[in-house]
């Protein structure tokens, strides 16, 4: 049987199969795809195989659903291209065709990509040489169900390639994942009940589904139980979202594919579908990010106010607000701006925070996200706060929680649990949480900077010793009295009437 580390060094080696042949997008491309068309080949064949010796009818057991819910076409099993030696890459271009139009659901996952590849510098011989070593080497990793150590191996190899495609790319990775950590942590902070709904609007990856997914299995409910949503705007990463949701066994999940700003794919008879949870990292200060185009929002998402043109932050949060249900909640990753900016944005906030929506601000360590430094914060809205937390805002500053590795830093699962079990708390704790009310918020002039509410915590030297201050207060009363009474006589000396 074949085990997660045993998995990921079989992908790895692919990986160095195309590493000096394809920029690091093209060989995720291929390795993601190849993985996932490996894994439906294996498990139709085994399938396949079991009802052959069940009913004895080959004709009938190798032309129906596998466990995916997807019947592989004879031209996309892993045996079936293990016979070409030559024009590989159109042999799989015609397996993608085939498993899409066999299979709806699959649409656009393999044809997105030309395995021909054309566009490559090096000749078309070379280009097939590569393609031959990555199916030869697929072909040595038994991706049946039963020969899988545990259930979720798959899920977990999938992360492993996304987490090292995070790595490699810089900068650009930022704009689809997310660190697994953080999406752990923001699922946590909200909690997931029965029959609800759960959505990510910019879903990237689907990272933030993932980790849901992984905290239903905790808590000891069936993935059945809850709903799964998501949109995003890149088709490479729509797929990438696509594969990732099956190989975690998430078979029953809507992900669209689109600009949730300017085009809400979301949608229930023409009218934005409403949500129990959402979680999301958008795209900070995005730059012309709709509200240009006539009739942007039919959908009346920005009652609170239209964001400034060169920063979409609030049209990102008023969306999600907008598809909160009534007794909904939201956890939103943002650039630290969003705490105190003014003009338009200012304003926005201020109507947020007046109609008491906001119930957290969390502040995250530097450097967690792939591609940014930039400092970043959560905010947790509530549409239906317990009356204890009515009118008020808790914030906690958790900017020293983390450890270091390499350049990059981490939330460790005692971090993630101090954060949780603080913001359920929701108590003032010396130099880490602080409960504000609104109206404290508001005479700091609705900027929500971590540091105008949570204070370092005092060192011994700058405790207080109440018994020795009220002494010292008596006596300063008492110098304060007899000033005064100097004074008055001077006055009454110079003929000034008291």
């Not at 015609?94 to 090096?122: C, G, M, V, W, Y």
């Not at 759960?198 to 809850?226: H, R």
């Not at 969306?319 to 900016?341: C, S, Y």
């Amino acid at each position: 049987m074949i085990t997660l580390q045993e998995l990921e060094r079989g992908l790895w080696i692919a990986a160095d199969i195309l590493r000096s042949h394809f920029s690091v997008t093209d060989y995720n491309k291929y390795l993601l795809r190849l993985l996932f068309l490996k894994h439906l080949s294996d498990v139709f064949e085994e399938s396949s195989k079991a009802i052959e010796q069940e009913i004895d009818d080959q004709n009938l057991a190798w032309n129906r659903l596998n466990n995916f819910g997807v019947f592989v076409p004879e031209c996309s099993r892993w045996s079936y291209l293990l016979r070409f030696d030559n024009n590989i890459g159109h042999a799989l271009n015609i397996a993608s065709q085939e498993i899409e139009d066999n299979n709806p659901h699959l649409k656009r996952i393999f044809t997105s990509i030309d395995f021909e590849n054309k566009h490559n510098n090096f000749d078309y011989g070379q280009h097939d040489k590569i393609l031959r070593q990555l199916i030869e080497h697929f072909s040595y990793l038994n991706l049946r169900y039963s020969n899988l150590v545990e259930p979720d191996i798959l899920g977990k190899a999938c992360e492993f390639l996304i987490e090292k495609f995070a790595g490699d790319s810089g900068k650009r990775s930022g704009e689809f994942y997310t660190a697994n950590k953080i999406a752990e942590l923001l699922i946590n902070l909200l909690g997931v009940e029965k029959g609800m709904k759960i959505c990510d609007p910019v879903c990237g990856v689907g990272g933030f589904l993932v980790a849901s997914v992984n905290y239903i299995k905790q808590v000891g409910l069936n993935i059945e139980d809850v709903s799964f949503y998501g949109q995003e705007k890149g088709l490479e990463t729509w797929v990438i979202a696509k594969i990732n949701l099956l190989l975690h066994g998430i078979f029953d999940c809507d992900i669209r594919l689109g600009d949730t700003i300017r085009d809400p794919q979301l949608l229930k008879d023409r009218e934005l579908m409403l949500f129990d949870r959402v979680i999301a990292n958008p795209p900070f200060s995005l730059n012309n990010w709709g509200d240009q185009r006539d009739g942007f929002d039919p959908y009346y998402r920005f009652r609170y106010g239209v964001p400034p043109n060169n920063n979409g932050d609030f049209a990102f949060i008023q969306h999600i607000l907008a598809t909160l249900e009534k007794t909904g909640k939201a956890a939103i990753i943002v650039a630290n701006g969003v705490l105190f900016r003014g003009g338009k944005e200012g304003l926005i906030r201020k109507r947020i925070i007046e109609e008491d929506l906001i119930e957290a601000v969390i502040s995250l360590p530097p450097n967690l996200l792939y591609g940014t430094s930039i400092l970043t914060n959560i905010l947790i809205f509530n549409r239906n706060k317990p009356e204890q937390h009515n009118k008020k805002v808790l914030f906690i500053d958790a900017s020293s929680k983390y450890q270091k590795i390499g350049k990059q830093n981490y939330l460790q699962t005692e971090d993630i649990n101090s954060i949780v079990k603080s913001y359920q708390a929701f108590i003032d704790e010396e130099g880490y949480t602080k409960v504000a009310t609104l109206k404290e918020i508001a005479d700091n002039d609705y900027i929500l900077n971590i540091n105008r509410y949570v204070l370092p915590p005092k060192t011994e030297n700058e405790k207080i010793d109440i018994k020795t201050e009220i002494i010292k207060l008596r006596e300063l009363e008492v110098e304060r009295a007899k000033a005064e009474n100097d004074m008055n006589r001077y006055l009454r000396e110079l003929g000034v009437n008291l």
